[in-house]
């Protein structure tokens, strides 16, 4: 016994040596936890939450890869780009001596496959008569055309559909840091909750252990009287043994819990903090402040809403393969008037001139169209099963966590009652035991099971929290996971 009892001390006194050089690393190397902050008062659900939702690195690191998507939109915005382009050219050798210089801006149509262009051209010089139309007036000539595609490009093509697309990735991109930050959020609540359960049986077992203290004075007492036996101290003393021990666990287990806690609860700088024993909540209240919207909509969800996304893009890519199918019919038109006196082309370039002119084409063969036609229209078959799977699955999910909160729920009630006797009997025999009424291994039981009973509440309460913080991700409830922005947290 005596050497049980060494142990259980040596035990205690090495957990509390572990604390105090964990705070001297703490203290000493700020990366790897920060102090705590300034504040006072029982920490809250929604601090850890507000703390987790701007600081968590998965969140900052989402919103990071959708500004990655915003990018490549810009960069697919890019092919709508105004191109402006001078080219010149001169004879430096033979019989001809001409000069050329031409500045051309090109604007393509963001609703039509075609564009506008704009040309200024002026040429000095002699040109041979195979490059009859390099001549230009004094002042060179002005030029303004325009292509429109009839047919093929006519309603999409190549930019507009990446443009479309990098589109898609951008919501995909928001719904998807939408589902990191619910996650990040339903594990935010999961630590808070096994920190507060930790520190509340922490409570408990304390509670325990000081009935056991406060009752030994009146052992050695009785003791000492010859009302009692020796054997009773013995007894008395391994009773505070295996107490000190529950309380050693428990004292591990919330420390643990705390360094938990730190990955979501951080500083203005981002760092994890170990929140003090000082800040738990006294209350087992804490458990159940978890609110959740009964409303759900399937669309809500972020991966629901990515699907969607995904078949949008499939529908984009199959109007991109149907218009490949069809034949190019291109009409260009253009006005072009010289002007200044007359260069050595002659009179001929003065009038002002009006061209149109159509393009068709057809492919004999358009197999690579035909293919990537059918192949997009398998995926989007393929992804709308996808999508009827999936909405099958949240529902079911939704509807089995409802039946664990109920459940919980039930158990709470079943627990509470349980604990309420078991306090009952506890304090019954305690006063049975202080008029003799009662033995010593009969009144440890009675407040053993009292304790074990609240324990029980306790698990309970944490049992009913995390099925609503599951409730909570699963309906992607982001004002209940702290990621409404309210004025506030502004």
Known sequence: MRIMIGAVALLWSATAAAAQAQAGVQNSGGEAAATTPARSGPLTLDEVLRSSARSAPDIIAALARNRQAEARALTAQGAFDTVFAVEGRSRVEGYYDGTEVAEKAEQPFPDNGGYIYGQYRVSRGDFPVYEDKAYTNRLGEVKVGALYALLRDRLIDARRSEFRLAANDIDIARFETKATSIGVQARAIDAYQKWVAAGLKLKAYQALLALAQDRTHGIERQVALGARPDILLTENEANLVRRQAFVVEAQQALRVAAIKLSLYYRDEQGLPVIVEDTRLPEETSALGGLRIDPAFNLEGRPDFAILLEEIDKATVRLALARNDMKPRLDVRGEVAKDVGPEGLGGYSRTPLEM????????????????????????????????????????????????????TARQLVETTERETALAERLGNAERRRFDLGSSDFFLVNQREESATSAQVKLIEALARIAAARAEMAAATADEDALGLVVRPADE
């Open 355 to 406: 061209i149109v002119g159509v393009t068709f084409k057809i492919p004999l063969q358009n197999r690579k169209a035909e293919g990537k036609l059918a192949e997009t229209q398998a995926k989007i078959d393929e992804l709308s099963i996808k999508q009827q799977l999936l909405a099958e699955k949240i529902r079911a999910e939704v509807a089995a966590i409802g039946i664990e909160v109920e």
